[in-house]
């Protein structure tokens, strides 16, 4: 069984090492062929075990702030060589949540500051469930758009646990960018789009990169417009939906119809 | 206690102990002469005891994390260690209600958004430091997530019965005073069990947490 994970162990390039929890996770696997050993719980229900993804939120403090940071800077590709390259859950997970929340925060200050002078300012919520449908979603299909391509170049080093931690990461530059998009003034609100567009596709080209360095011309260009692509089409969606002010009154517009029609129906009828 | 061991009703010494048993451990017979037979004033006075206990260890956060660790691990302070959830389901209704009540438009969308961002909030934090590594158990944790949503309750209370009175940066100011403290109440239960190099990234989702509830309460 030893020989069986040294053999695994080197087939992995030297940059992509395994944690600990790795090497547990792949030794319960190799256990769990032999069926006398494991209880039934144990052979199908390990999923739903919190010890099975333990090995996806194996990070220290000090990693992810390293990470955070080389993610900011969109021309240095050593994103994979930060920790030995190990793919991690707990990036991108709560960035995204802290993308949500900020997106949020800056839809609302933006319609707060439309506010004519004589109205009260309502809350606008409904925001915060579109918002995380876009988000989640995003962050699930985009990395296996990625990862389908990679397969199709015949790339194999990067796993779609890979893709999904880089594309969590590269998310980060659109934090502070969201709460900048609060300004009302549609020149920095464009600036701001085309800087995060840049910023985003040369940071995920940059580390992909590292990885295709040895393709042909010909599949590089394509991963790269592909990305491009992607990156461009999630932008524009981003932005003409949750910044542009004619979506606001639109809300505003149903919603107060909706109420005062309510409102007569139920005194029409007492 | 053996089995033919009949308790009186009523009788003082009775009483006195039923506050600090650990009911887990009790005979059957015994939980049944206990919880049924008192009068119901009983029953309802020793759990607002119970929460206004706990409440105490959040209104005066325990900043120390020894003090946060001797929460955990006492065995004398049986009620935190088992942990109950009647607390933190009365603050979460108080705060979905006070914030619903004042938005004249979607009350119900808001009354029931946060009341599942407090409960699933609560469970994803929890298995976040369950993931990371942290020895804590599931109850335990979302007990204490939930009292500490107490400062942020009395904010939302405040700024309900004060509405006129208050400008924008006068809110702001009362709201975030309340997630600070709500925080800091927090911070040394949930930091006492991750290790050193493990404890920011578990107590960032917490603080996440905390200033989205109070992000409502600015805007009521």
Redesign the interface.
Known sequence: MLDNLNQDVSILQPSLQMTDSQVQNRIRQMKMEDPDDQTCYQRFCNLFT?EY??E??D????L?IAKVVNAFNPFSGTFFDIGGGIPEL?GPF?IL??LI?TTA?SV?IIK?MQLQPGE????Q??I??ILTIFMYLKTLIVPMIYRVALKCVSQDRLTLLHCFTIYGYSAVVMIPISLLNSIPNPAIQWMLLVYVLFAQTSFLTSNFNQELKYLPKEKKYMIVGLVAVVQITIMILYKFYFFSSINYQQLGLV??RT?THLLSHILGAN | MTDNHQVPFGSGMFQGQAKFVDYAHMNQQEVQVNTLDEPVMDTLLRDINMILYKLSYVIIPRMKETQGRKLRNCKRLDQIKIGDLWGPLLLSLLLAMTLGINSNQSSDTIFGTIFIIMWGGSAVITVNAKLLGGQVSFFQSVCVLGYCVFPINVAAVLITFLQSYLGFFLRLIIVGAAFLWSTFSSLSFMSSMMNEEKKVISVYPIFLFYMFLSWFCIFI
């Open positions: 919190i993804y333990r996806y939120f990070v220290t403090t000090d992810v707990y709560w949540n802290t929340f925060l609302n707060y009260h300012f309502e809350y919520f409904q915060v469930p919603k107060k109420t």
